[in-house]
C-alpha cells in the first residue's frame, strides 16, 4: 500500500493524471520504477507532472502515512478494491486513493443531500423528512458533515439506523467542524467518514471543492436544499451535472434564501417537490459505465 499512497499524493500529479499513468503502467509499482525514458512516452502527463515524479522517488513519507493509518484504525481503499464503486471510480475527479473509518457498502441509488449552513427551518425540515424516509428503505444518505443541511440529514438518517457516508476536506482522524465530534463518531458506528487525505491533512479552501466532487461522484441523485450563488452546495451541484447525476433543488418560498436553486431550477434542474415524488424517480436514472 505505500507505493498508492506515493502515487496519491505526488505534489502536481493528481486523479486524472494518476490514472494515465495506471492505465499505462498497471501498477503503482511500476509507476514508481518507470524511468524518464518511460514516463515521456506517456501522452497527455506535463513535464511539470514528470518532474515531480521523479523527484518523489522516496517511500519515507508513505511510510509514515502508513504508520499513521495503523496507529488510528484507518482503512485504505485503492482503486482496485472492490468496494470502491465502479460510478465513483469512472469519474476524473475520483482519486486513486481513499482513506476512511467505518463501513463501505456500495449501494444504489444512494443520494447526496446538501445546502446551506444557515438552512431555514423549511429546508431543515424537509432534509429531516427525505433522509429519514431514504434511512427507512435502505438507501444511503451522502453529505458532508457541515453546519445546517450536511448536519441535519446526518442526523436524521442516524436516527432512523440508515447508512451515512460523510466526505471531508481533512484527514479521517481528526473532525471539522469540533462540534460535531459526537455526529463524527456515530457515523463511522453506522457508516463510514471518507477522505482523499491522508490522517494529519488539516482543511484548506480547496480541499473542500475536492470534497464536493466525491459527494457527487459517490452519488446517484444529488439534492440542494439551499445555497447562495457561490456556495459550495452549488459547486456540487455543477460537478454533479458534468458527472451525469441527477440533480434536484428544493423549492423555497423565501426568495432571500433561495438563489442558488432558483438558478439551478431555471437553467433545467428538476425541483424537489415532495419526498414520495423523489422517490418515485429513483429508479429512473441508473449509473452505467463510462466507455
Known amino acids: 500500500m505505500e507505493r498508492w499512497i506515493w502515487l496519491s499524493s505526488i505534489p502536481h500529479v493528481g486523479p486524472v493524471t494518476q490514472k494515465k499513468l495506471l492505465a499505462v503502467f498497471g501498477s503503482p509499482e511500476r509507476v514508481y ?102 434511512s427507512r428503505i435502505g438507501i444511503p444518505v451522502i453529505s458532508g458533515l457541515a453546519k445546517g443541511i450536511d448536519q441535519h440529514a446526518h442526523v436524521a438518517c442516524l436516527a432512523n439506523r440508515g447508512r451515512p457516508i460523510a466526505f471531508v476536506a481533512h484527514g479521517v482522524d481528526d473532525c471539522y467542524p469540533k462540534e460535531h465530534r459526537s455526529l463524527f463518531e456515530a457515523i463511522i458506528d453506522q457508516g463510514a467518514v471518507i477522505s482523499q487525505y491522508p490522517p494529519g491533512t488539516a482543511p484548506k479552501p480547496k480541499q473542500f471543492i475536492q470534497r464536493n466532487a466525491l459527494i457527487s461522484a459517490w452519488s446517484s441523485h444529488v ?48 425541483p424537489y417537490v415532495s419526498v414520495s415524488s423523489f422517490i418515485s424517480r429513483l429508479e429512473l436514472t441508473p449509473i452505467t459505465r463510462e466507455k
Open 33 to 134: 520504477h518507470a524511468s524518464p525514458a518511460e514516463l515521456q512516452e506517456v501522452k497527455g502527463i506535463s513535464k511539470r507532472a514528470r518532474e515531480a515524479i521523479l523527484a518523489a522517488r522516496s517511500l519515507e513519507r508513505p511510510k509514515r502515512i502508513l504508520e499513521l493509518v495503523y496507529q488510528k484504525e484507518i482503512w485504505l481503499l485503492p482503486r482496485d478494491d472492490p468496494l470502491y464503486p465502479y460510478y465513483a471510480n469512472d469519474v476524473p475527479e475520483s482519486p486513486v486513493l481513499l482513506y476512511y473509518k467505518g463501513l463501505i457498502q456500495p449501494i444504489l441509488p444512494s443520494v447526496a443531500i446538501v445546502g446551506s449552513r444557515t438552512c431555514s427551518n423549511h429546508a431543515r425540515r424537509a432534509t429531516e423528512e427525505l433522509s429519514h424516509t431514504l
Open 223 to 270: 439534492v440542494i436544499m439551499e445555497a447562495d450563488v457561490k456556495s459550495g452546495a452549488m459547486t456540487t451541484a455543477h460537478f454533479a451535472q458534468k458527472q451525469a447525476r441527477q440533480v434536484f433543488a428544493f423549492q423555497n418560498k423565501d426568495d432571500r434564501i433561495r438563489q442558488g436553486t432558483n438558478c439551478l431550477i431555471e437553467q433545467g434542474v428538476l
